[in-house]
Structures are given as C-alpha cells and as structure tokens.
C-alpha cells in the first residue's frame, strides 16, 4: 500500500495563492461525504500560505511557507475524537469523519498545526483532505498541486523508490515543519527559511566603487563555507541554524582582512565592510 506525502519545496514557493485559490474553490460549498462537508465561505484555510519576513531594510527577505494539513502519522487529532471520528487510512491520508464529528467542539484544538477549523453552521471541524475523493476516483494529486505553476509542491508515494517524490525526497532531506511537534508529518519541507548572514564590500581607498571578487569564508557550528562579493559587492551565507556562533572572514589582495564574531540570534546585516588598504 501507498503511503502518500507531499514535498513542499518552500525555496520554489512564489506566494501566488493558486493552492489555496484551487482549494477553495474545490471545496467552498461542495459536499463529498463521507470524505468531508462542504467548506463555508468565511475562516477556514485548509491549505494556507504563510508569510515569513526576514533581515531588516535594505536587506529583507519574504519567504512564503503552503501550509495544509499535515497527515501526520503520530497525529494528536486522532487521539481526542471520540467514535473514530477522526481516522487514518491505509495510505496515510488523515480524514475527519463529518457525522461521527459532529459537535465534537475540542478536535481542532488537539492540531499543533492549527489546520482544523470549527463550522459553526454544521457544527463539525474540518481540514484538508489531501483531496482523497478526487484521488479515489483515479486523479494523480490533489487540487493544490495541480495547481502550482512553480514545482513548489510534489505529490506521490513516498514509500514507493521509482516515484518522483521519494527521488526528489533522498536528495533533498526534507524536514517536518516544526520538527519539535514530534508527529511524523507525511507532509514534509525543504529550504524553510533559517538565518543569513550578509554585508557590502567596499574598499576604503576606491569611494563609490562596490568590491567585487572578494573571499568571504563562514566558519562555525561545525561548517566551513565560502563565497565571493558579487559585482554590487554584495555576499550572502543562507540556511544557518538559530543562536549559533560563527566568524566572517573577507579578504581582498592587497587589503588587510575584516573578521567578525557574530551570534544568530537573528538575522545578521554586516553592513558596509570597509577593507583598508595594506600599506
Ligand atoms: S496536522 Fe493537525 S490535523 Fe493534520 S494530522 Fe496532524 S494533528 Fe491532525
Ligand atoms: S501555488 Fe505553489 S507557488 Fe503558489 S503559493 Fe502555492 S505552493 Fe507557492
């Protein structure tokens, strides 16, 4: 049997909404019970795009997370409903069943995620439903998908070597969104967004003319990266773990190198690194 996932590659994410537009319009007023009831037109998102704002001007970073349920497999949902309301399939797939959950007002509070919704008309919870109904009937992948024009999302058996999200799985590494939540999650990430480092490279003795080619080396919590200060004389390390520590280092022939000691706290902007001529 199947155990079916999705990769969600957030570095590929463009935030155009089409998933959740392609899910609204899925589900906003149409009834596939037993698979679920028909969504209401206001407050429910069961697939959700969130924004995640980084660095501070004149460096700024969007970032844009899709966020639908989870399917997890340790799913806290499951463990409060009574009558088996909520129940996993064989192929993984998490579904609220919409009669047995009838007034079963604490279900959406179990989700760490927060991906169940209240109808308050109804009085059932809801979520997305990996678009199981669609999949029954021999569809290839749910609404949201298809309907992504980046790649950012890529459905399939993740159990399965031949099938292009375990392929693409095994080189990516995808992670839980919130690893800590401890839920094995069928959805999982790649490129969610962590800290950078940046600066401007500029040279004391050439005023108004942006450093190109200079070496900058990131050391620190085990890594050891470089790169080089583009034409604007600008460099970047991305994808750094938070509250850890690392030394910058940027040399230029004939400068004498800057180091910096800096804590991830945050996002980190160097600025202008001023490099003085060697005498
Ligand atoms: S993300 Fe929330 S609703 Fe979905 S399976 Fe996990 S705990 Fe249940
Ligand atoms: S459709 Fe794709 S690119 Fe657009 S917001 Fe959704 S995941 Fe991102």
């Known amino acids: 049997m199947a155990r079916l996932g999705i990769l969600v590659d957030v570095t590929k994410c463009s935030g155009c909404h089409n998933c959740f537009l392609a899910c609204r319009d899925e589900y906003f007023g149409n009834d596939y019970s037993p ?3 028909p969504q209401p037109l206001d407050g429910q998102f069961w697939m959700q795009v969130k924004e995640v704002e980084r660095g501070s001007y ?13 399917h997890c497999e340790t799913a806290p949902c499951m463990n ?27 279900i959406p509070n179990t989700c760490p995620y927060r991906v169940i919704f209240w109808n308050d008309e109804l009085e059932i919870p809801q979520k997305c439903s990996m678009c199981a109904h669609r999949l029954d009937e021999g569809d290839k992948e749910p609404r949201c998908v298809e309907a992504c024009p980046t790649g950012a999302l890529l459905f399939g058996d993740l159990d399965d070597p031949n099938s292009e999200i375990a ?33 401007e490279v500029v040279r004391k003795d050439v005023p108004g003319e942006c450093a190109q080619g200079a070496l900058v080396t990131l050391e620190g919590n085990g890594i050891t990266r470089e790169t080089r200060s583009d034409s604007y004389g600008d460099f970047e390390f991305d994808g750094l773990e938070k509250n850890r520590a690392y ?9 004498a190198a800057r180091v910096f000691e800096i804590v991830t706290h945050t996002d980190v902007d160097l600025g202008e690194v001023v490099l003085e001529p060697l005498s």
């Open 247 to 255: 030394r910058v280092r940027v040399e230029h022939v004939g400068y």
């Open 58 to 70: 004149p460096r700024p970073k969007l970032d844009y997370i899709p966020i639908p349920c989870m």
């Open 167 to 199: 392929k693409r799985s095994a080189v990516l590494g995808p992670a839980a969104f919130h690893p800590e939540y401890e839920t094995s999650p069928l959805v999982r990430y790649f490129g969610l967004p962590k800290r950078f480092v940046a600066g």
């Open 35 to 37: 698979y679920s009831a």
């Open 80 to 106: 409060v409903a009574a009558d088996n309301a909520v129940y996993r399939r064989e192929d993984g797939i998490v579904l609220i069943d919409p009669v047995k959950a009838k007034g079963q007002r604490d």
